[in-house]
């Protein structure tokens, strides 16, 4: 309701201006620092004087005397030295967020968004980096789709890459397997867990003998990206049944997929071939003749020497998306193709580009994905027959988020170059790079994952992880940890009797879905707390405490609201009854706005017209989250309205208020602060149980 009132004062008041005044001007509002001042500021008279030239308070009262009725404004004053102060018609915006509070998500409408996040190594088991990017990346479809957008989520799966290429060395030449026995190996529940180990093993092999790895590597890589032999064969079975146990676990954090577009596609479908030919048609790309990327097919660079000298972030350990011999060799132009004639990952992430936004001229195949979890249709790119009853995907006509780490932020810019290059500079504007930092521990976090840390590692901030060491926290684990840590939690806030039953007769089903819904909650809202740009040390006993910026903080005081109702109904069975609480709200005439507008209106009601604008603006941190690809803005939100509840819950005793219009109207405020609280979480992936 704040964002749908400041957006209706924002195009009244640019209207008066360029009506009056003549003059066209983007219209900034900020709130101010006291409610006494008013619900939404204005600096525009400003910017005005400066055109003007004329005093801006001046401006300002000539605004505020012209401007007119802004519906849900109740005045506009001056205020300093030309602030224009707008005061909302509290009784209206109550009736207006009590509408807003029982509709329903927004129509999706418009053009197509595309979302692609996770986008994990097919090669070993995930992390609790790649849980980052996967939150951060459902929370904005989740986000985007609330404010009415068309999204389409997709899951990029690098399985011809220089990551799956090690663990299938691992397997074939240092532990001599043959492809059946991975096969066999594959079917195993570990079977992640096994391949995690043995890339931090082969990545140790390779070490040895750089000679051997680059010899190694190539071939393999190049029997892969053709789909010929063995090691085609291994790669397949490893990153398909690694796919699979992604999917569960991503799965265990409430996030889904459309489509998985499989790098082998890019390749076998020839679509690399077409961006080939499409960059050098364009010029954009030329054979190096000479210099260490001789053979290579390069794309010109002109960055400045301080981004360049950053290339090495291709290997981002956390995520190894390419590999690290290949940086070694780059200067100022980026290498497309390498000298072997194997293609490169941002080479290949450029052709996907041009398909994301139906620049192509091609089409992927579709099919189901087999290895699901229950209930899920995932659909998949191949390069088999398609299934007729395939939705439409790709041909993105909005934008595209690319949700990637930062340090893989200048293989971003090179595809955008590429992007435009090719002529297409509104797609590269569109095509939105969502950056994070890395995931790293707490130095106790990490000792009580059975780290052994040195006496400087214990000293530090945080301790640093690396999947290509070994050196990590696997989400599954993460989450187990989580999950034991909650349940032990509610069980000793609700201990069972000798007979091993919860006294207040809650089961052990009931308690173990309340410390999964306490655990995930604990984990993403951790990871959306922080800022994009904020490098995170995760902790335990921070991320489950049920005091402070945390989840369980959040889903505490949606639990204290439903126990309004709870022990309302002891008091009162009525309650029980949403017929009963209507007709109660229709006798006291609460559903219509000038009801409420005694328990708003007046200075020493304040704390409830506060917590009301509040319960009201969830629609502003969405705006704001969009706006800014930043989806902090709603954990912020969360976090404020859960404590002015609270603040609210123990300065007003509801039940027993004295004054029945009054009980009624604080009952109706506690109603719709669960509701939006509920919806705000909801819009991180969090669930509100019903007991903590």
């Known amino acids: 309701m704040y964002q749908a009132l400041t957006n209706r004062l924002r195009t009244a008041l640019a209207g008066y201006i360029r009506e009056k005044y003549g003059v066209e001007l983007a219209i900034a509002l900020e709130r101010p620092p006291k409610i006494e001042m008013g619900e939404a500021a204005s600096p525009v008279c400003f910017e005005l004087a400066k055109r003007l030239k004329k005093a801006p308070r001046l401006i300002a009262q000539e605004i505020a005397n012209g401007l007119g009725t802004v519906e849900g404004i109740a005045k506009v004053e001056v205020a300093g030295g030309g602030y224009l102060n707008a005061y909302f018609d509290r009784a209206a915006f109550w009736a207006g967020a009590r509408a807003e509070q029982g509709g329903e ?13 996770t986008s994990i190594n097919p090669n070993k088991a995930a992390h609790i980096g790649h849980v980052r990017n996967a939150v951060l990346g459902d929370t904005m479809v989740r986000v985007l789709r609330h404010a009415g957008n068309r999204v389409q989520i997709q899951n990029y799966i690098d399985n011809t890459g220089v990551q799956v290429a090690d663990v299938v060395i691992g397997f074939l030449q240092m532990e001599q397997r043959t492809p059946i026995g991975v096969k066999m190996m594959a079917m195993e529940p570990m079977f992640d867990y096994y391949c995690w180990d043995l890339y931090a093993k082969a990545t140790n092999f390779f070490a040895e003998d750089k000679a051997r790895a680059e010899k190694l590597r190539s071939a393999t890589l190049r029997a892969i990206e053709e789909g010929k032999g063995e090691d085609a064969e291994v790669a397949q079975v490893v990153a398909d049944a690694i796919v699979g146990s992604h999917l569960r676990t991503m799965a265990r954090l409430d996030i889904h997929y459309d489509l998985l577009a499989r790098e082998s596609e890019i390749l076998h479908l020839k679509f690399w071939d077409a961006a080939f030919e499409m960059l050098k048609k364009s010029g954009a790309i030329h ?38 011999s290949e940086d070694e060799e780059n200067s100022q132009d980026k290498i497309i193709v390498r000298s072997n004639g194997t293609v490169t990952y941002v080479g290949k992430d450029i052709a996907y580009q041009l398909w994301k936004f139906g620049l192509l001229g091609k089409d992927f195949y579709y099919r189901k994905w087999p290895n699901v979890p229950e209930g ?18 790709g041909e993105a006509a909005s934008c595209v988020y690319n949700v990637i780490d930062a340090r893989q932020a200048y293989l971003q810019k090179v595809v955008a170059a590429g992007l435009r290059a090719l002529g297409h500079g509104e797609a590269a504007e569109r095509s939105i790079h969502l950056s994070y930092e890395i995931v790293a521990l707490t130095p106790r976090c990490a000792a009580e994952m059975g780290y052994e840390l040195t006496s400087e590692e214990a000293k530090k901030p945080y301790v640093e992880v690396s999947g290509r060491k070994g050196f990590g926290v696997k989400a599954d684990d993460l989450l187990d940890k989580l999950e034991a840590a909650a349940l032990d939690e509610v069980q000793s806030r609700h201990p069972a009797n000798f007979e091993g039953f919860a006294l207040d007769l809650w089961t052990t089903v009931e308690q173990s879905e309340t410390a999964h819904a306490i655990a995930i909650g604990a984990l993403r809202f951790y990871l959306l707390k922080f800022t994009r740009t904020s490098v995170i040390a995760f902790d335990f006993r921070d991320a489950l405490s049920f005091e402070g910026e945390t989840g369980p903080y959040c889903q505490y005081a949606v639990v204290r609201a439903r126990g309004i109702w709870r022990r309302g109904a002891e008091i009162s069975p009525e309650m029980t009854s949403e017929d009963n609480i209507a007709e109660a709200a229709r006798i006291l005439e609460l559903s219509q706005p000038e009801a409420a507008r005694k328990f708003l209106d007046t200075s020493e009601n304040n704390d409830l ?9 969830l ?54 602060v669960e509701a939006q609280l509920v919806r705000a979480l909801g819009l991180m992936g969090i669930e509100a149980p019903e007991k903590m």
């Not at 506060?610 to 603006?617: I, P, R, V, W």
């Open 287 to 324: 054979l190096a003749t000479t210099g260490k990327m001789a053979g290579c097919w390069v794309m010109p660079w002109e960055e400045e020497k301080k981004e360049t000298s950053v290339i090495n972030t291709e290997t981002a350990e956390s995520t190894e998306d390419t590999q690290k």
């Open 105 to 117: 998500r927004k129509a999706a409408i418009g053009k197509k968004t595309i979302v692609e996040h």
């Open 619 to 672: 629609d502003h941190a969405v705006e704001a989250a969009i706006g800014t690809q930043e989806p902090a803005f709603v954990a912020k939100y969360a976090f404020q309205l859960a404590q002015a509840f609270n603040n609210f819950y123990h300065k007003h005793h509801i039940l027993s208020e004295a004054d029945e219009q009054k009980r009624a109207f604080l009952l109706r405020l506690t109603e719709l």
């Open 376 to 393: 899920e249709t995932v659909w998949a790119t191949t390069s088999g027959k398609s299934d007729p009853a395939a939705p439409h995907f």
């Open 609 to 617: 017209w506060e917590l009301s604008l509040l319960a009201g603006s």
